[in-house]
Structures are given as structure tokens and as C-alpha cells.
């Protein structure tokens, strides 16, 4: 389980520190010395995966080239160490995302119940093919490995939050809900 700033702390920060369009605020890169600092020298690389997420939920959640190059600045390793890390994981993003991202659980238990079914549901009705943002920039829809929740499936995750239990009136009423603003992307810890 990786560390995260809470909404508090976000809100306390100011970009204040960018290179080639990548925002590292005071805080953000008082959080990345302190992360470092865990871990013995030479055994750095043990805190990417945490500020990778501290430098993408600052950056509009997603990691350009000069993102993940600074982030292998600040931990003293080549920048394919962190590239093929992002690459890697679907919690990472390498492009601009929608701001509701729907990430279907596409493993045995979900694809068994439907979810194939349910991410085409959802694709037709936003007009967008697999991984596409739709054209306000709100939406946009991904298949993941399991989620850990395969006994709520079909399900997907919507920032820190599951949605379980899926059908497309579910689909529907979600949709028109993110569109409203009612739904919280993040926790509030
Ligand atoms: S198979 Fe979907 S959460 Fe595990």
C-alpha cells in the first residue's frame, strides 16, 4: 500500500517549482526527501512507486517524458528504470486522462459476469473507443487486472473508489452522477 497526500495537504501546496512544464511544489518535493531519506543509500529506488504518485496527482494524473525524468533525477536512476515501472502498471498514466476515468476489472470473475459487455455499454454510450477521452474531457474508459474485489463483480474503480456490482442502469446512473459533480474521486484521508 503506497502513501499518499491527503486532500489537505494538496490544498496546502503551490506549484512552485516546474521543469520543462513538470510542477513539483515545496511540499511535494519535501515529501520526495522524505521518502528518500527511508531508505539506505543505494536502495533508493525503493520509494518510486510512491512518488511516482506524488509527482502524477500533481501533475493532472499523468507522468510525461519530463516527469518521469525528473523523478529519475531525484533518485539518482536512469530514466528506462522509471519507464518501464509506469509502463508496467495501470495506475500510471502516460497520456492526458479524463477526469473520470472508469477502470473496469477485466479478470476471470468480472469478465464472467459481464464486464465485457459492460465496458462496450459504456464506450457506445459515451462515444469513445477503449481508452479514448471523450471530447469535454470528462470521461474516459480502461480494462485493468483484478481490482481485488471479485466477489462485488462486476466492478470497476473510480479514483479511490469501487463500484461494484454493475449493470448498465448502474453505468447510466454513474454517469449522469460525475456529470452532476456528485461523485468524489478521492478519499478524504
Ligand atoms: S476478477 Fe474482477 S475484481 Fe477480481
Known amino acids: 500500500m503506497t502513501e499518499k497526500l491527503s486532500n489537505d ?6 506549484p512552485s517549482g516546474r521543469l520543462g512544464g513538470v510542477i513539483l511544489s515545496d511540499k511535494t518535493i519535501a515529501r520526495i526527501e522524505l521518502l ?5 543509500e543505494g536502495k533508493k529506488k525503493s520509494a518510486l512507486l510512491t512518488i511516482l504518485h506524488e509527482v502524477q ?4 494524473d499523468w507522468l510525461s517524458v519530463e516527469a518521469m525524468d525528473k523523478v529519475a533525477e531525484v533518485l539518482g536512476i536512469l530514466p528506462i528504470e522509471v519507464y518501464e515501472v ?7 498514466n502516460q497520456k492526458p486522462v479524463g477526469k473520470y476515468v472508469f477502470e473496469f476489472c477485466r479478470t476471470s470473475c468480472c469478465v ?15 462515444g469513445v473507443e477503449m481508452g479514448e477521452v471523450t471530447a469535454d474531457g470528462l470521461f474516459q474508459v480502461k480494462g485493468v487486472e483484478c481490482l481485488g474485489a471479485c ?6 474503480q473510480l479514483g479511490d473508489f469501487y463500484q461494484e456490482f454493475l449493470t448498465p442502469e448502474k453505468m447510466d446512473a454513474l454517469i449522469e452522477d460525475c456529470k452532476a459533480g456528485k461523485i468524489q474521486k478521492l478519499s478524504a484521508v
Not at 528518500?36 to 539506505?40: C, G, M, Q, T, V
Not at 466477489?151 to 470497476?156: F, N, Q, R
Open 9 to 14: 495537504d494538496k490544498s496546502n501546496s503551490s
Open 36 to 40: 528518500k531519506s527511508r531508505f539506505p
Open 57 to 60: 496527482d500533481e501533475n493532472n
Open 86 to 92: 509506469v509502463s508496467f502498471y495501470s495506475m500510471y
Open 112 to 126: 464472467t459476469r459481464g464486464a465485457e459487455d459492460l465496458m462496450d455499454y459504456t464506450c457506445k454510450k459515451l
Open 151 to 156: 466477489g462485488y463483480a462486476p466492478m470497476l
